[in-house]
């Protein structure tokens, strides 16, 4: 008989339990799943080109998020906007849990010649590691709509560990109605599996990240094929900022 619920830390893991295998994407048992998706770099995956988010060279270029200072770059894949932040004069910290996209990551920054601290773990386990903050920006593209409903909580506690006063969050992430499930956050237990990535209203992230002051959420813009940007309008793109203390 296991009678092993005492902390916060124990019912998430718990509910990571309920969604194996897909718990392997968010959690540091998800090195050799990601591996398996990034081995073929040919595969026709739209976030595999090496351009950066069309909302984060908008955010720069409008001077809505300072260049330098620090950046994390949360789920950073194949690096093309850890890239785009070390060129553009940030202190770049990157993480991911595949061991293949920070191999690739490493790749691109050295062909483009900028520097960039690369982290292989667990974004919830940054504890111990060099990736301590506090972060002039955390840039998040396409890592929140994987996680379940419950690990909204460890997300947010990471933003408010690492995230420097007056810091900006930018996200991107699947739009309702275009991309991604709209099951109720307590159907995602019922069902047990994230199909595929979580769908959310504008609304609903206001609503979960409503600690934050809103700076900007629109979808994003859908780029051709020639753009020296990436764009798909299946997703959103939030810019939210941190109050001075």
């Given amino acids: 008989m296991d009678r092993n619920i005492r902390t916060v ?3 998430l893991q718990l509910l990571d339990g309920l969604f194996a295998p897909d ?3 968010w959690t540091g048992r998800g090195a050799s ?3 398996g998706f990034y081995a073929d770099r ?3 995956v739209p976030f595999f080109v090496a351009k950066p988010d069309e909302n984060l060279v ?3 270029d409008r001077g809505l998020i300072s260049e330098g200072g620090r950046a994390l770059d949360l789920g950073c894949g194949p690096g093309r906007n850890t890239v785009h932040l070390a060129a553009r004069g940030f202190r770049v910290d990157a993480v991911d849990l595949s061991p293949a996209a920070v191999d690739w990551a490493r790749e691109r920054c050295r062909e483009a010649g900028v520097e960039a601290r690369l982290h292989c773990g667990d974004a919830f386990a940054l504890g111990g590691t060099e ?3 506090p972060y ?3 840039y998040d593209s ?3 709509h994987h996680l379940p409903p419950h690990r909204r909580i460890s997300y947010l506690a990471l933003l408010d560990q690492v995230l420097a006063p007056g810091g900006h969050f930018a996200l991107t992430c699947f739009a309702a109605g275009e991309m991604g499930s709209e099951l109720s956050d307590a159907d995602f237990y019922r069902e047990a599996g994230l199909q595929g990535g979580l769908a959310y209203t504008a609304e609903s992230l206001r609503w979960i990240f409503s600690e934050l002051s809103e700076v900007e959420l629109r979808p994003m813009y859908d780029e051709p094929d020639e753009s020296a940007s990436f764009g798909e309008d299946f997703l959103w793109t939030a810019l939210f900022r941190r109050d001075m203390a």
């Fill in 9 to 11: 830390d124990d019912v």
């Fill in 23 to 25: 718990a392997d994407r």
């Fill in 33 to 35: 799943w990601w591996d």
């Fill in 42 to 44: 040919s595969k026709p």
């Fill in 58 to 60: 908008s955010y720069l």
């Fill in 131 to 133: 990736l301590v903050g």
């Fill in 136 to 138: 002039d920006l955390v």
């Fill in 142 to 144: 396409g890592c929140f």
